[in-house]
Structure formats: structure tokens, C-alpha cells
């Protein structure tokens, strides 16, 4: 199974809200993001994946005039996909190598491995990083990740989308939110 190097998440901004995956599937076929479910094997990250749906690319803004998109499923090329975890009940830190620099919210020093250490934290221990400057604790949750970063237990995964190549339209957004009753937002992580 092909899996997205540049993807684009979105998340809710209330890390604490159990939020049904089912809701979030029922929200999105009804306006039309995604189409079949193209995989439920529990071994592609634990995640149901679909193929886009017909209205995608309106809900979807790329930047450029004529985006160069695929949105035909490959078996082992780039294509588009949308995945939802299947289950959400671990909150987790995600992040990839575009992940930006960021400093201590106390301080303002640099903390060149902060994102390195909330990748390998366990979910308790993600509120328990110190600053290696001042040493005081750092919230995740303060640091403006500028969209390269989020902390969440659920979240839409859109595969190969490229950074700041999309945003997500108002009106895909406002489904999701109707959907979990809390505010999302997104980010863009590249693996590699
Ligand atoms: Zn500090």
C-alpha cells in the first residue's frame, strides 16, 4: 500500500474531546470529500482509507492555476487518499521533517530537539518536556508550530497534498467542527 511522503492533517483544536471516527466518516460523504473506502486492513496505519470524493476538489483550495494532482488510487505511485483513524483514545504528538524551529515559551531560547522528544514521548510524558535553557516545563500546546506540527487524538489525513500546495475550504472545515462540536485546524507534515 502506498503511503503519502507530504500529507496535509486536520485536527481538532480540543485535544481532550473523544471524537467518533464514524461521525467524522458520515460528515465527509455528505459533502462529497470522500468516495469508497479503499482499504479497511488494519495494518495501513490503523486507519480507514478512501478515495476522494466528487466535490474534493472543492473543498480542497490548491494555489496554483492547474494543480498537478492524481486522484485515480496507484498501486505504488503518488496518488490522493484520505484516511480517518479508525479508533481515538491516545493523544499523540504529530510531526514530520519540515517540523519548524520553535523556542521556549518562558525563555524565547531556541529548543532545537523539543519536537524530536514529543515524537518519542508517550502520552503522559508529552507536558513533561523541560526547557534546556530556564527548565521550566514547556506546554506543546503554547508553541505556535506554524502549522508544521498539532497535538490530538483524531485527526483527517489527506496523502499527497504538498506543503502550503492546499488549504482546506471554510466549508470543509465547518463539517468537520458540526461533526465533533470543536474548532479544527491543519498542518502539513513531510516524511522525508
Ligand atoms: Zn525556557
Given at each position: 500500500?502506498?503511503?503519502?511522503?507530504?500529507?496535509?492533517?486536520?485536527?481538532?483544536?480540543?485535544?481532550?474531546?473523544?471524537?467518533?471516527?464514524?461521525?467524522?466518516?458520515?460528515?465527509?460523504?455528505?459533502v462529497e470529500f470522500i468516495g469508497d473506502i479503499l482499504s479497511n486492513d488494519s495494518s495501513?496505519?490503523?486507519?480507514?482509507?478512501?478515495?476522494?470524493?466528487?466535490?474534493?476538489?472543492?473543498?480542497?483550495?490548491?494555489?496554483?492555476?492547474?494543480?498537478?494532482?492524481?486522484?485515480?488510487?496507484?498501486?505504488?505511485?503518488?496518488?490522493?487518499?484520505?484516511?480517518?483513524?479508525?479508533?481515538?483514545?491516545?493523544?499523540?504528538?504529530?510531526?514530520?521533517?519540515?517540523?519548524?524551529?520553535?523556542?521556549?515559551?518562558?525563555?524565547?531560547?531556541?529548543?532545537?530537539?523539543?519536537?524530536?522528544?514529543?515524537?518519542?514521548?508517550?502520552?503522559?510524558?508529552?507536558?513533561?518536556?523541560?526547557?534546556?535553557?530556564?527548565?521550566?516545563?514547556?506546554?506543546?500546546?503554547?508553541i505556535n508550530w506554524r502549522k508544521s506540527a498539532f497535538i490530538a487524538q483524531a485527526w483527517?489525513?489527506?496523502?499527497?497534498i504538498y506543503e502550503s500546495e492546499a488549504i482546506p475550504d471554510e466549508k470543509l472545515l465547518?463539517?468537520?467542527?458540526?461533526?465533533?462540536?470543536?474548532?479544527?485546524?491543519?498542518?502539513?507534515?513531510?516524511?522525508?
Amino acid at each position: 500500500m502506498w503511503q503519502a511522503e507530504y500529507r496535509l492533517y486536520l485536527y481538532p483544536t480540543d485535544i481532550k474531546k473523544e471524537i467518533d471516527p464514524k461521525k467524522l466518516e458520515l460528515a465527509l460523504q455528505e459533502v462529497e470529500f470522500i468516495g469508497d473506502i479503499l482499504s479497511n486492513d488494519s495494518s495501513v496505519n490503523n486507519s480507514n482509507r478512501y478515495v476522494v470524493g466528487e466535490d474534493f476538489l472543492s473543498l480542497i483550495c490548491f494555489m496554483g492555476c492547474s494543480p498537478n494532482i492524481e486522484i485515480e488510487p496507484q498501486e505504488d505511485s503518488p496518488f490522493c487518499y484520505v484516511e480517518i483513524p479508525k479508533k481515538t483514545d491516545k493523544i499523540g504528538f504529530i510531526a514530520g521533517d519540515n517540523v519548524k524551529r520553535v523556542n521556549c515559551p518562558c525563555c524565547k531560547k531556541p529548543q532545537p530537539e523539543l519536537a524530536k522528544k514529543l515524537l518519542n514521548s508517550k502520552a503522559e510524558d508529552l507536558f513533561l518536556q523541560a526547557c534546556t535553557e530556564c527548565n521550566r516545563e514547556i506546554d506543546p500546546l503554547a508553541i505556535n508550530w506554524r502549522k508544521s506540527a498539532f497535538i490530538a487524538q483524531a485527526w483527517v489525513l489527506l496523502g499527497n497534498i504538498y506543503e502550503s500546495e492546499a488549504i482546506p475550504d471554510e466549508k470543509l472545515l465547518s463539517a468537520l467542527e458540526q461533526a465533533s462540536a470543536c474548532e479544527w485546524k491543519y498542518a502539513y507534515v513531510r516524511l522525508k
